[in-house]
């Protein structure tokens, strides 16, 4: 299981997970609510980790993907590691620049063929690995590879033409 390390980071999870659970299932038993809190409180965690690793791979090193490699299976992404604790803008600008920032990556992400954001999305977003979102598209594990890999290659260059470098 995943363990928090910053404990500010830690103490919001756990009041996302209590908010959870008292909103969703309030009115169950008593009995009930330590194994709904715990499924809850691990289910946060998760997306916790999931969208920090997502944030991560967004705002840095997106000009990485366009390395000039023209193999249609390669995934660049599939190497790339990120640190579990996301970094988390400091001042309101920086925080205003990464929303801002977000908001073209997720408008150019509507504009990927239907088959590579559906790839994309699963892989990076839902974390799903190669062999599970092939399964979910009906698809052979290769071509989720090249949906996954023409879809980075475009998020790139459409960053670069925005003048966007990371």
Not at 10 to 35: C, F, H, S, T
Not at 58 to 73: H, P, Q, V, Y
Not at 96 to 104: N, R, T
């Amino acid at each position: 299981m995943f363990a928090v390390r910053n404990e500010e980071t830690a103490l919001d999870i756990v009041q996302d997970a209590m908010m959870k659970l008292a909103e969703k299932y309030g009115a169950r038993p008593a009995n009930e609510l330590p194994m709904l809190f715990h499924r809850i409180l691990q289910n946060t965690i998760r997306d916790h980790y999931r969208r920090s690793k997502v944030r991560s791979l967004w705002t840095t090193l997106f000009s990485a993907f366009s390395s000039g490699e023209d193999e249609e299976d390669h995934d660049p992404l599939e190497n790339f590691e990120v640190e579990s604790d996301a970094v988390t803008p400091d001042s309101p600008e920086d925080r205003f620049e990464q929303s801002q920032l977000l908001g073209i990556i997720e408008k150019e992400i509507m504009l990927l063929p239907a088959r590579q954001r559906e790839a994309f999305l699963m892989r990076y977003w839902e974390d799903m690995n190669v062999a599970e979102t092939a399964s979910a598209m009906g698809c052979s594990e290769g071509s989720v590879k090249t949906h996954c890999s023409r879809a980075t290659h475009t998020l790139a260059a459409a960053l670069k033409a925005k003048g966007i470098t990371l």
